[in-house]
């Protein structure tokens, strides 16, 4: 590429990801196929499909060789794009859709990808592209200009985008944006927003906008949708799965002695790949693979001791991880108003508290390890009305998957805003259940997902965390204005719902149980993950379980139902309940805490594409829990269609 302050010529050897195996085939070949727009792009590609988890292993430039080897129908190998010499990729909606695994983008741009271009760019994987120097794009217009070898104007890839985010773009990344900014040679745009109505969480980015960098004064009047502001993160996290990539970025950015900036505002998780051994195919463990996961947690405990990061790990005991890093966050850390940023697109989850809580990249953990500040573009929010009263059997991810399966959602309109749910519908939830439509926010492509903090909140972190000053949270004006605009908003009517499932792919195939076309047989139910893995989520699945006992029912011989804890305190709760021996009395296999199968990294994965699963987790893409097809449901579902043998709701149970 030609200098990044002028124009941008590309070579011309573009990848056009038709819905079509044999054209792509025919690409990394050598053929170069003509554009034709009228010809089906592959949608909804996810990060999953772009670096698998087991590539995730790789921090460094080798992740360029495995560059989308999880696409669907198999036609990229290990060095089809990085041998390619493609400089572009084209696909079609929902491009980088699912986890904030920054290995995505950094794969395509190791691989000599310059430019991505696609109907809309998911927001994480957007960001993430910024950060290190990945181009994106959703003109279409670009491709026969690229192919007649014209030089395009660098300001055509930041057009649109908000002055911070364009300054990176020009700029190559955020750390060249940062070491100008911190050196003076930029300044972020001044804040000019007056007092205005403001929904919940443009108030709580106003209160934690920083106004004054050099004395450290947060605190803005207002911010609108748009506004580019950098906000104070109280809370800060990482997992084995990127600790590793964060802190090369950090210590080749600022230095190997570099220190991370008020150390006890930042979390580090072993919770991804607690059980990965025994599940890792033979074929990986002969590439090394089993090693190079292994080192993952040690970088990870070795910068933590070096920093004075308070690391979650594996129980002493070897009874799993302490906790998955969301389930944690709404344990032990988080307070209603708080900023959460963390390494993982599920951080949402906190919105539950009242939080604005958001998923980041490697990099822009980095730098917040360092600034103890994150970018934020204030997102617009569309507003979830949710009223009637839940049946018995139906629960809070059967609203979801209600939600998402709606053409706002599926035609993308949700990428980087802000679920707000409320209405009596809502307030009459646990902490659980919202943790659930919190966590979820992000299948939708949204920014993160909130829920104004209430007494039930308030409840739940004095039992949790007894002691805890909740007088600064209880005083807060943390809902939002009645006047406060939104981008749309909907109304959901719980009377009106029935048991849902999201078909395989994506998490937004949303359909009711009763619509499927056939009855569909199930190997594997699984329950658990931040998701699925939640003290009412044990409640949920023990009251299917021993309605079918009580029935002189069990899990059905063609099923293997796993039910796995999400932290070492839904565990304990678990077992005070008396659960574990109903669990195994139904024919349950317990599975102690991780984030596992979910990450396609522990007991409960798939072997065969022919194995079918109904899970509790929260998204469903190729190959996310093993190479079979993964249906969505609630706990109540898997463990009803875990004693079935099929796809059903409770009642037959």
């Not at 941008?8 to 038709?18: A, C, M, S, T, V």
């Not at 929904?199 to 050099?214: G, P, Q, Y």
Request: glycine content about 10%; charged content about 20%; proline content about 5%.
């Amino acid at each position: 590429m030609s200098n990044r302050n002028d124009t941008i010529r590309f070579g011309r050897r573009i990848l056009f990801l038709y819905d079509d195996i044999d054209a792509i085939r025919q690409q990394l070949a050598g053929t170069d196929l003509p554009w034709d727009p009228s010809r089906a792009r592959i949608d909804n590609i996810s990060t999953d499909e772009i670096t698998p988890g087991w590539v995730c292993f790789y921090f460094d430039e080798t992740l360029g060789e495995y560059s989308l080897v999880g696409l669907r129908g198999g036609a990229i190998e290990r060095g089809s794009i990085a041998g390619g010499g493609f400089d572009v990729i084209v696909s079609g909606k929902s491009k980088g859709c699912g986890s904030s695994r920054e290995t995505a983008p950094y794969s395509e741009l190791a691989a000599g990808v310059k430019l991505v271009i696609a109907d809309n760019i998911e927001k994480i994987y957007g960001q993430n592209a910024q950060n290190i120097g990945l181009l994106t794009s959703t003109d279409f217009g670009l491709i026969p200009r690229i192919l007649a070898g014209e030089a395009i104007p660098l300001a055509e890839f930041s057009a649109g985008l908000d002055p911070v985010a364009s300054e990176i773009v020009n700029r190559g990344g955020l750390f060249a944006y940062n070491r100008a900014r911190l050196a003076g040679e930029v300044v972020p745009p001044t804040l000019k927003t007056r007092p205005r109505p403001m929904t919940l969480v443009e108030k709580i980015i106003a209160k934690n906008t920083i106004v004054d960098a050099a004395r450290g004064l947060t605190g803005a009047e207002a911010v609108r949708p748009g506004d580019a502001v950098f906000v104070r993160a109280d809370v800060r996290f990482s997992h084995d799965y990127t600790t590793a990539m964060a802190q090369a970025a950090f210590k080749s950015a600022l230095g190997r002695d570099a220190k991370v900036r008020e150390p006890s505002s930042i979390f580090a998780f072993r919770d991804h790949l607690t059980f990965l051994s025994q599940v890792m195919p033979q074929k990986h463990k002969d590439m090394g693979l089993d090693k190079q996961a292994a080192q993952l947690a040690i970088i990870q405990r070795q910068f933590c001791m070096e920093q004075g990061i308070r690391l979650y790990d594996e129980s002493s005991d070897g009874s799993g991880s302490e906790a998955i890093c969301h389930n944690a966050v709404l344990e032990d850390i988080a307070i209603p108003g708080d900023i959460v940023v963390g390494t993982d697109s599920h951080t949402c989850t906190a919105g539950a508290l009242g939080t604005f809580a958001f998923g980041v990249g490697s990099t822009d953990m980095a730098n917040t390890w360092y600034t103890k500040d994150i970018r934020v573009s204030v997102p617009e929010s569309v507003r979830f009305v949710i009223s009637g009263t839940l049946r018995p059997g139906v629960a809070a991810k059967d609203i979801m998957l209600r939600i998402m399966a709606a053409p706002f959602i599926r035609d993308g309109k949700a990428i980087g805003k802000v679920l707000e749910f409320c209405g009596p519908g809502v307030q009459a939830l646990g902490i659980d259940e919202r943790a659930t439509l919190a966590n979820m926010a992000v299948e939708a492509g949204a920014t993160t997902g909130i829920i104004a903090a209430d007494e039930v909140v308030f409840a739940y972190l004095e039992r949790m965390r007894p002691g805890l000053d909740l007088t600064y949270a209880r005083t807060q004006a943390l809902r939002s204005d009645p006047d406060a605009a939104y981008l749309a908003s909907f109304d959901v009517d719980l009377d009106q719902l029935d048991w849902m499932v999201a078909t395989p792919g994506d998490p937004r195939n949303g359909v009711q149980i009763k619509d499927l076309p056939e009855r569909i047989a199930v190997q594997i139910a699984y329950g658990g993950s931040c998701t699925g893995g939640k003290m009412a989520d044990m409640d949920m699945y023990a009251s299917v379980l021993k309605t079918a006992l009580a029935k002189g029912k069990k899990v059905h011989e063609n099923v293997q139902l796993y039910i796995q804890y999400g932290s070492q305190k839904i565990k304990q709760y678990a077992i005070d309940q008396g659960y574990p021996a109903v669990f195994a009395a139904a024919g349950a296999r317990v599975i102690d805490p991780s984030c596992g199968a979910c990450i396609n990294a522990g007991p409960g994965v798939s072997k065969t594409a022919e194995t079918v699963t109904i899970s509790a987790i929260n998204r469903n893409f190729p190959g996310r829990s093993g190479p079979g097809r993964v249906y969505l449901g609630s706990p109540l579902v898997v463990a009803a269609s875990a004693i079935a043998g099929y796809v059903c709701g409770p009642d037959p149970v």
